[in-house]
T-cell receptor, first 114, second 113 residues
Framework: DTAVSQTPKYLVTQMGNDKSIKCEQN?????MYWYKQDSKKFLKIMFS???????INETVPNRFSPKSPDKAHLNLHINSLELGDSAVYFC?????????????FGDGTRLSIL | ELKVEQNPLFLSMQEGKNYTIYCNYS?????LYWYRQDPGKSLESLFV?????AVKQEGRLMASLDTKARLSTLHITAAVHDLSATYFC?????????????FGTGTRLKVLA
C-alpha cells in the first residue's frame, strides 16, 4: 500500500486553466504539506495543515488554494495557471508531537504549463 | 530570515573515496533531517538528528549534528555508484506558535565507477 499517494502523476495543461492535485495518506499522520520543487531542484514549502487547520502558509500566489477535508487528505487547487507554475509538486505527511519523525513524501506531480 | 545552505552543491567523486557534505543553518534548531532523492523520484528519509552531538550511521553514510555551530555533516565512506543521488538536509523550527520546515539547497552527488 502506498503511504502517501498523489494524483495525477503528470499534468500537462494550458496557461490560464484551473487544475487540482489530490493527496491522500494512510499513515494516520496528523500533519500534511505541499512543496514545490523547481527545475533547479530547490524545495520550497507552500502549505502545511495540522488536523485540517492551516499552520504554514508561505508566500505563494493566492491562485493556490489548499483544501483539507479531513486529516488524511490535502488537495491543492490552482487557478489561472501560469508558465512559472511548471514544477514538481510533492505532498508529504508527518506525525506532530511525537518523537520528531521525518516527513513521508508522495511520488510527486509533474505539472507542465504550455 | 532562516537559511539552510549546503555545500558543495555538486559533487563528483570516484568510487571508493570518502567525502563530506555540509549543511549550515542560520537559526537555533534541535532537529535536523537528511533526505535522499533519486532522479525523477520522491524523497526518502535517511536520518533524523534530534540533539547536539547526535550521530547516526547507515551503511556507508554517517550523519552528525552540532547545534552550537548550527552545522550538520553527512559523511560518505568508500562511495559506490548506488549512492549517486541528490541529498537534502532540512531544519525544523518551532517557536512561539509558529512552525517552519526549511530544506537546504541540495547536494547533487555523482559517484563515478
Amino acid at each position: 500500500d502506498t503511504a502517501v499517494s498523489q494524483t495525477p502523476k503528470y499534468l500537462v495543461t494550458q496557461m490560464g486553466n484551473d487544475k487540482s492535485i489530490k493527496c491522500e495518506q494512510n499513515l494516520g499522520h496528523d500533519t500534511m504539506y505541499w512543496y514545490k520543487q523547481d527545475s533547479k531542484k530547490f524545495l520550497k514549502i507552500m502549505f502545511s495543515y495540522n488536523n485540517k487547520e492551516l499552520i504554514i502558509n508561505e508566500t505563494v500566489p493566492n491562485r493556490f488554494s489548499p483544501k483539507s477535508p479531513d486529516k488524511a487528505h490535502l488537495n491543492l487547487h490552482i487557478n489561472s495557471l501560469e508558465l512559472g507554475d511548471s514544477a514538481v509538486y510533492f505532498c508529504a505527511s508527518s506525525q506532530s508531537g511525537t518523537s520528531n519523525q521525518p516527513q513521508h513524501f508522495g511520488d510527486g506531480t509533474r505539472l507542465s504549463i504550455l | 530570515e532562516l537559511k539552510v545552505e549546503q555545500n558543495p552543491l555538486f559533487l563528483s567523486m570516484q568510487e571508493g573515496k570518502n567525502y563530506t557534505i555540509y549543511c549550515n543553518y542560520s537559526t537555533t534548531s534541535d532537529r535536523l533531517y537528511w533526505y535522499r532523492q533519486d532522479p525523477g523520484k520522491s524523497l526518502e528519509s535517511l536520518f533524523v538528528l534530534l540533539s547536539n552531538g547526535a550521530v547516526k550511521q547507515e551503511g556507508r553514510l554517517m550523519a552528525s549534528l552540532d547545534t552550537k555551530a548550527r552545522l550538520s555533516t553527512l559523511h560518505i565512506t568508500a562511495a559506490v555508484h548506488d549512492l549517486s543521488a541528490t541529498y537534502f538536509c532540512a531544519v525544523d523550527i518551532r517557536a512561539a506558535g509558529t512552525y517552519k520546515y526549511i530544506f537546504g539547497t541540495g547536494t547533487r552527488l555523482k559517484v563515478l565507477a
